[in-house]
């Protein structure tokens, strides 16, 4: 079986190692009529053409651009930072392995056969954020009226802008995608018309603390999907450099290393694949890895400048908040 780590020592570039991976993937699948593992190649592509062609995202990031310099003339007074990045090529192989174990162990639960190969592979189409763009607002202490909470008044603005964005990109070439999720109209929060897009995460905080509001929309431009992110810097904080960061996404994967205990080694060979995957991977000692322009000291000394455990980034904005000395009341 062939593992994303036989390709992590060569040397070679982020984007050598995915097309070699890919090409290699496709012609085991073939041989093996694993249409699994066909997809898996395919969702790599997806991958690789996204670091290919860049001229997209230079249109992409314009146009989201564009909300930013809207926000810095309805916003003055807030500051605020966008940020995108590509997923890691290791989180996506992540990523993609963990869902299957999850589709997996929760259909052999539900119905007591496993799936077969054809409805696994119906499943993994599920994969939009590839492209990922984080909004992140704080308000200034000097911009509260005496009695004020700051958490308050900031979850006001952020909803607020939450509620513009979509129409915005609409009107720029982007479609808004349902989410899926049933929620509840809230006065002062997600309108009506716009509640139905996001996977509110501050209304119903994730166990790990996680809060966030996540909106998927589809570019009709470069023809594919992204995700926007709306945060505070509180809620920023949390998931960058508190409980709710990747030890809260390494605990989520220590739990599919569990559904091992449900599914038995031999019985679902698709889940076994997955699980050696996944398992390597998180076994993977980074400081030995030799992919080029990355270096690792140890899994918390990381300096990425490919993409290959971080991500690459492509849109670094930030606007600080303006009128601090004025002594500026701003009123909701």
Request: proline share 2%; aromatic share 12%.
């Amino acid at each position: 079986m062939i593992t994303l780590n036989d390709y992590l020592f060569s040397g070679d570039t982020v984007l050598k190692i995915l097309l070699q991976y890919s090409a290699d993937l496709k012609e085991e699948a073939i041989k093996t009529h694993n249409i699994v593992d066909l997809a898996h190649s395919n969702f790599r592509i997806q991958i690789i053409e996204l670091l290919e062609h860049t001229d997209f995202l230079t249109s992409q990031s314009q146009r989201i651009k564009e909300f930013y310099m809207y926000m810095t003339q309805k916003y003055p007074f807030l500051a605020f930072t966008f940020k995108g990045r590509i997923k890691s090529l290791i989180r996506a192989e992540e990523k993609f392995n963990g869902y299957i174990l999850e589709y997996i162990h929760d259909y052999y639960l539900d119905n007591g056969r496993y799936p077969n190969e054809t409805e696994i592979k119906n499943k993994l189409n599920c994969f939009r954020d590839l492209i990922a763009y984080h909004i992140v607002i704080s308000l200034p202490q000097c911009h509260l009226s005496e009695g004020e909470d700051r958490e308050t008044q900031e979850l006001k603005y952020l909803y607020e802008i939450a509620n513009v964005l979509p129409g915005f990109l609409e009107e720029r070439g982007f479609t808004a995608e349902l989410s899926g999720y049933s929620s509840e109209k809230v006065y002062g929060y997600l309108t009506e018309d716009n509640a139905s897009y996001y996977r509110d995460y501050v209304q119903k905080t994730r166990p790990s603390g996680y809060s966030s509001l996540h909106i998927t929309l589809y570019d009709n431009f470069a023809r594919c999907y992204t995700e926007v992110q709306l945060r505070t810097k509180d809620m920023d904080d949390l998931a960058e450099i508190g409980r709710a960061d990747h030890s809260g996404y390494e605990k989520q994967q220590e739990e599919n290393r569990a559904k091992r205990d449900s599914i038995p080694e031999g019985e679902c060979r698709i889940f076994d694949e997955a699980y050696e995957r996944l398992i390597s991977l998180q076994k993977l000692d980074l400081s030995s890895v030799d992919v080029n322009m990355f270096k690792a000291y140890n899994d918390h000394l990381i300096n990425d400048g490919c993409g290959l455990f971080r991500g690459r980034q492509i849109l670094p904005f930030e606007h600080l908040s303006r009128f601090q000395d004025d002594n500026i009341t701003v009123n909701i």
